[in-house]
């Protein structure tokens, strides 16, 4: 058996020094057990931490076993809190029920999704923008997808994502070796490029000082900023990657909590189809995180330099390495689609959308600058000079609200907290409330407070 | 324009569904070019013509996927299947190819997953991220139906969208630098998801292998267990049993020999025990049966043939502590990695949907399904042997393995499906070893069995 030594959570690791972090990491063998000849990974070994969301969750655990009584608030992980409207739920109960008759029964389905499903994708999301049914690829959730896309693109390509960024995008990018290694003073793995992504640039890449990537990954409305991208900047991302003849990939998993005019598609933009993969999910759009269902879009425009189809890549990806989302959830997905399930949506994602707006208004009114929450369910705190660890730390343990540190995405996240707007609205509302005690009690002590290593 | 759209049109599974509308075919799909020598690789994914005016990107294509041969083989047996009903439009084509299943899943079942859906609609009933290694009930239920005595742990446990997906999560645990075996034949994720990862060399179409791999042999000269003295030390071994598509069972005996041949070469063995539960003979079940087997073995299953949750998609794999890299970590350390990071959990009303099969009135009503299986298999193998064939599997599992010495698979395939419009899948489709077989799966409603041996018998009269 093995032991742990140091730390076991790794949540102390990340404050930690590296190196440190890496010798607490070493496990060392007792007694005789046997060990295999197979070499570990080297790829697994250069990712520095646990992922991120797993890791708030221990952090989760260990505050409520410390403080047993508190009332706990999750403000942390982006987990949907509300009830899929009854339309939904009971297609998913009809569609079990009738796999019990031989009407109703369903053995495998096709990989890339029931076709039904993938139609009404086609025509709710990109109907004005004219992708086929046949290019609309139905899953069990984007995280999954990005993996996908991965194992897609292989181990030689070369990546760009934001900075910050949802983390899968690095972590799967370092696990399929197409990253270096990790660099403790910048913070970022080698051969990864980090465009940075803030209030100075308002949240969009200096495209003119951005090295040439194979792949860019891109999140519009984005987690963690909330930041939407304008059609201006996704003609010049379109533009950049067309000269550059890199393929975007576009996670559009938060559209439905654009308020503006923002693009809610990367294949808005006149040319897309040829230079970008669109990716996005059920999960916030309808409650769908356990349920699991998601798509991608591969246009059958988008080509390799050889002038191979990349749809074909991915369809062969799709039928060898998985077999398609649970056909439960699809009947589900389907019932999203209709026009009173849609409708039902909408309602839930106005009130995440309400919860946002509440938070946004709380972290204005105490004079941080505050960002997102207008396009999307995150809200994006800046504190100045500040390490984004102990801010977490600090909220935690003097107001019991679970925030996600900025760093958590990136070096470009490391002076901010996100706050996720799910939640049911009491505990939104008391969240704010203690949010505004404690930074107004604290506003004096502010600099010093949030420089404490 | 690029020759793709009939590929994401043409999948289809070979029950009939309703959700699916009539496949579109272009001509040049249809016209299936086979080699004239006995090398029966299909290629059906067609390379475009390289268009002059159409913009292309500058990124490369992955090499790994370029090296794969053709189509993944189940989609290609259902192109196959579809072209012909184009051709004979009123023919009753009888599926005895892809191993779908055919029977309705008991209510006792589907009950618990309508229960969980409307529940989700409800404030106390709602539930979002479930842990990504699985709900914690299921878990449990797995160790203690299928583990129990054998020192597996609930938290040795993860739940699964299906064995074929965790195949593919297991080999980017792996990376491309490990080597591995397989059985030949075996199942295609095996080898096509090695290459993927780029643990292979190109194919070799003179041996109709992948450089790099180590084909284990298994034929009914050795009993279909490989002969290990011969066999090179490879980094991993995947050994399935019952075997897809011989259905051969492993014995104590052979399992214990397998089990000292990755300890004495360090290496792991992938052990795929989807259809455990066909077992007739007293063969393990599980691979951990076998002394020493938790410091060398993964165990992956599969729901998919055991409730009927093919379309509802659910299934687990078992990373013990013990089983270590050759520097000491443990693999399920890295497997939680991969599954915390490329996977978001099985969906949470097919978990609740695989608690109620492990109930006992779930776990009674599978084995009756399995038993309706296991009949049609019965049927199956007797009609072949009253044909004179030499027939295998069938026993353990529901795969029959019939032998046509001397004969192109693809061929018999084809003369089968024309001639009496069942479609089977040909055994080179599993690896060279399989050539010169065809594998009959046992899935079906037993009239379209019945009828089925009636063609057979009318066929090879």
């Not at chain 1, 969009?204 to 519009?220: E, H, M, N, Q, V």
């Amino acid at each position: 058996m093995y032991k742990l030594s140091a730390c076991c959570s790794m949540a102390c690791g990340i404050s930690l020094h590296p190196k440190m972090v890496l010798a607490s990491l070493r496990i060392r063998k007792q007694g005789n057990g046997h060990r295999t000849n197979v070499p570990r990974n080297v790829n697994l070994e250069k990712l520095q931490n646990n992922y991120l969301f797993p890791e708030i969750s221990k952090r989760e655990v260990q505050h409520m076993d410390k403080y047993p009584n508190a009332k706990v608030i999750s403000l942390g992980i982006g987990d949907t809190t509300e009830p899929i409207p009854e339309k939904i739920s009971l297609s998913m109960a009809n569609y079990a029920r009738a796999l019990s008759t031989a009407d109703g029964y369903r053995g495998y389905g096709a990989e890339q999704g029931n076709q039904a499903l993938r139609k009404a994708i086609a025509e709710t999301f990109y109907k004005d923008v004219v992708i086929k049914d046949t290019e609309v690829f139905v899953s069990d959730g984007s995280q999954c997808d990005i993996s996908r896309l991965q194992l897609l693109l292989g181990s030689k390509v070369t990546i760009a994502v934001q900075d910050p960024s949802f983390p899968a995008y690095i972590d799967s990018s370092v696990i399929i070796g197409q990253a270096g290694d990790f660099q403790d003073k910048t913070g970022k793995y080698q051969n990864i490029e980090y465009m940075p992504c803030g209030p100075q640039n308002n949240f969009f890449p200096d495209l003119a000082t951005t090295p040439r990537t194979d792949i860019i990954f891109f999140c519009s409305p984005n987690n963690p900023t909330g930041h939407a991208a304008t059609r201006k900047q996704l003609q010049q991302l379109v533009e950049f990657a067309r000269d550059n003849g890199s393929i975007i990939i576009f996670d559009s998993a938060y559209a439905a909590y654009i308020t503006d005019d923002s693009p809610k598609s990367i294949f808005e933009i006149p040319g897309a189809k040829e230079v970008a993969i669109e990716i996005s999910s059920f999960s916030k759009f309808a409650g769908f995180t356990g349920v699991r269902l998601g798509w991608t879009v591969v246009p059958e425009e988008l080509l390799f330099s050889s002038g191979f189809p990349v749809i074909n890549d991915f369809n062969r990806i799709v039928c060898t390495c998985f077999n398609g989302a649970s056909n439960i959830a699809q009947a589900g997905g389907l019932a999203c689609l209709s026009s009173e399930g849609f409708q039902a949506i909408r309602s839930v994602i106005d009130y995440y959308k309400e919860n946002a707006n509440i938070l946004v208004d709380t972290f204005a009114s105490l004079g941080l600058n505050v960002y997102g929450g207008v396009n999307a369910p995150y809200v994006w705190v800046h504190f100045p000079g500040s390490k984004s660890w102990s801010v977490f730390s600090e909220i935690l343990e003097k107001t019991h609200i679970i925030t996600v540190p900025g760093s958590g995405f990136g070096p470009g996240g490391a002076e901010y907290i996100r706050i996720s707007a799910f939640g049911q609205r009491d505990r939104i509302i008391e969240a704010s409330w203690r949010l505004e005690k404690l930074f107004s009690k604290e506003k004096t002590l502010f600099n010093s407070v949030w420089n404490i290593e | 324009m690029p020759l793709m759209s009939d590929l994401s049109t043409s999948m289809i599974s070979s029950s009939s569904s309703a959700f699916l509308a009539p496949i579109s075919f272009n001509s040049r799909a249809q016209t299936v070019s086979v080699p004239v020598k006995s090398i029966n690789i299909v290629k059906c994914v067609a390379t475009p013509q390289e268009q002059q005016t159409a913009y292309k990107t500058n990124v490369s294509r992955n090499a790994n996927i370029a090296k794969l041969q053709a189509g993944y083989l189940f989609p290609e047996v259902a192109r196959r299947r579809a072209a012909h009903l184009l051709k004979y439009p009123n023919a009753q084509v009888i599926s005895l190819g892809i191993g779908d299943t055919t029977e309705p899943i008991p209510e006792v079942i589907t009950s618990a997953m309508a229960k969980r859906s409307r529940a989700l609609s409800t404030l106390e009933g709602y539930s979002g991220y479930g842990a990504e290694q699985g709900e914690k009930a299921l878990r449990a239920a797995l160790a203690s139906t299928f583990y129990r005595k054998l020192g597996i742990e609930d938290d040795d446990i993860f739940v699964s969208d299906g064995a074929k997906c965790d195949i593919s999560r297991l080999q980017v645990v792996f990376g491309s630098n490990v080597s591995m075996a397989v059985q030949d034949p075996s199942y295609p994720a095996y080898v096509d998801s090695s290459v993927i990862m780029g643990q292979t060399g190109q194919f070799q179409k003179d041996v109709e292998k992948y450089a790099n791999i180590e084909y284990m042999r298994c034929t009914p000269e050795n009993g279909f267990f490989p002969d290990l003295s011969t066999v090179a030390r490879t980094d991993i071994i995947f050994f399935c049993s019952p075997n897809n598509p011989t259905g051969a069972a492993a014995t104590r005996e052979q399992l214990i020999r397998l089990v000292q041949f990755a300890k004495d070469n360090g290496s792991i063995i992938v052990y795929d025990s989807a259809y455990a539960l066909y077992m007739l003979d007293d063969n393990p079940r599980s691979i951990f049966e076998i002394p020493g087997a938790k410091e060398v073995a993964i165990e992956t299953s599969s729901f998919s043939k055991y409730a009927g949750f093919t379309g509802v998609r659910l299934g687990w794999t078992v990373v013990p502590k013990q089983l270590l890299f050759s520097d000491g970590f443990p693999v399920a350390k890295d497997f939680n990695r991969i599954v915390c990071t490329c996977f978001n959990g099985a969906s949470n009303i097919a978990q609740a949907g695989g608690l109620a099969c492990l109930s006992p009135e779930g776990l009674e009503a599978m084995q009756e399904v399995i038993g309706f299986y296991k009949e049609n298999t019965n049927i199956i193998v007797d009609t072949f042997n009253s044909l004179g064939f030499k027939v295998y599997g069938g026993k353990n599992a529901p795969y029959v393995w019939v032998h046509f010495p001397g004969q192109n698979s693809w061929d018999v395939f084809s003369e089968i499906l024309e001639k009496t419009h069942i479609v089977t899948t040909p055994g080179s489709g599993f690896g060279p070893g399989g050539e010169g077989f065809i594998r009959v799966s046992a899935f079906g409603h037993r009239e379209n069995v019945l009828e089925a041996c009636r063609r057979f018998k009318q066929l090879y009269n």
